[in-house]
Structure formats: structure tokens, C-alpha cells
């Protein structure tokens, strides 16, 4: 894995708590040099500070996103809701707020991990939304004949809309599904997911529900 952090005592303890882990872990200290890395390594994951000298981390994980699936997670100093939403909105799968418990960062890591390793799932191919055409087995969806990319979260986001058709799903219950967070989770995370889906596959196929949460549209 890659982990891009400025700070000398925070990288190093971080990389030592990951190695712990049993992680491979290549470390940079700033976002060009971070880039430089990930290009030459091609890690299975990233982790990813928001504020780096030369390129910062919403920049990185923006480019990193352009090109590859590989799962990205962002680190902030404080949970400050710009900071989250921006590293979320350039493709980030998830983020942690520091200073973190190293237990729930390697938890962190390994469902994001495990996310994309399942990201196929048994069910028959071709299902229809509309001109939305999501094929399971060859995982891969069309608008309008047109192939959409998306990210392994949000595939799996879109797969898990498609299992229930009409039925509203509750944050709780797509952060458990998705992003395989039994103790709960933050629902901005669920937020701005659903908005990067919708941008991609149309504003209107998936509905909100005020007040419990989202429904793919049931014969949209």
C-alpha cells in the first residue's frame, strides 16, 4: 500500500502500525513525490493526507482516480466537513480523521480492501433500469448503449440498489452493505457517494427518502 503523510512522527508511526499489520507499506512525503510512487507501484490501496506540500492530497487522490480503481483513503486533521466532502468528491472510497486509533485504521483499510476483491456479486446479468443496463457477471454498466465508469464503491453502491428495486435503504443499512461498517459509520460518506452515482447514471433513477434514506426507482 501507499501512505502519502507530511509529518515525519505521524508517517512513521503509521507505517510502523500498518507493517505491524502485515502490510507492505511505501511511504512518500509529499503528493508529487506520492504520485511518483503510485504510478511506479501500483499499490492495491492508498492512504492519502489531505494537506501535502506540492500536490495536496484532494489533488492526488483526484489524479490517482483518473487513472485507477485503486481504493483511496483520505486523512484529515480535523473533521471538518469541507475537508471531508472534498476528498470524498475526488474519488475517495473513505477517510479517517486524525489523530485515529491505529486498530480502526487498519480495519478501515481492510474492508475498503475486501470491498474491491468482492466486488462481483451473484445475480443474474442484463438487469434493467430505464437505460440503465447494469451487467453482473461482466461487471459492467451502460446508459444509453454507453459504457459508465465507475469506482469498485460505487459498483457496489449501484449493485446493492439493484438487489432491492423500490425499496428505501437506510444509511446504516448501505454503510454496512457497502462499505462493511458494522459499528456504524459517518453518512456523509453514503452522501456524496450517492451524488458521484447520480451524476454518472442520472439525477432522477435514484430517489430520496427524507428523514430514512435512498431507493433505486422500482421500473424507472
Not at 509529499?30 to 501500483?42: I, Q, Y
Not at 461482466?138 to 423500490?166: H, I, Q, W, Y
Request: charged content about 25%; glycine content about 8%.
Amino acid at each position: 500500500m501507499l501512505l502519502v503523510e507530511d509529518d515525519d512522527v505521524i508517517r512513521e508511526a503509521t507505517q510502523l502500525a500498518l507493517e505491524r499489520n502485515g502490510f507492505t507499506v511505501e511511504v512518500a512525503a509529499d503528493g508529487l513525490t506520492g504520485l511518483a510512487a503510485f504510478r511506479a507501484r501500483r499499490p492495491d490501496v492508498a492512504l492519502l493526507d489531505i494537506m501535502l506540500p506540492g500536490m495536496n492530497g484532494v489533488s492526488l487522490c483526484r489524479q490517482i482516480r483518473e487513472e485507477s480503481p485503486t481504493p483511496v483513503l483520505m486523512m484529515s486533521a480535523r473533521a471538518d466537513p469541507v475537508d471531508v466532502v472534498l476528498g470524498l468528491e475526488a474519488g475517495a472510497d473513505d477517510y479517517v480523521t486524525k489523530p485515529f486509533d491505529s486498530t480502526v485504521l487498519v480495519a478501515r483499510i481492510r474492508a475498503v480492501v475486501r470491498r474491491m476483491s468482492r466486488a462481483a456479486v451473484p445475480a443474474a446479468a442484463g438487469d434493467t433500469f430505464g437505460d440503465l443496463v447494469v451487467d453482473r457477471d461482466a461487471l459492467e454498466v451502460r446508459l444509453k448503449g454507453r459504457p459508465v465508469e465507475l469506482t469498485p464503491t460505487e459498483l457496489r453502491l449501484l449493485l446493492c440498489f439493484a438487489d432491492s428495486p423500490g425499496t428505501v435503504l437506510t444509511r446504516d443499512v448501505l454503510l454496512e452493505q457497502v462499505w462493511d461498517y458494522q459499528w456504524g459509520g459517518d453518512s456523509r460518506v453514503v452522501d456524496v457517494h450517492v451524488q458521484r452515482l447520480r451524476t454518472k447514471i442520472g439525477q432522477d433513477l435514484i430517489e430520496t427518502v427524507r428523514g430514512f434514506g435512498y431507493k433505486l426507482k422500482h421500473g424507472a
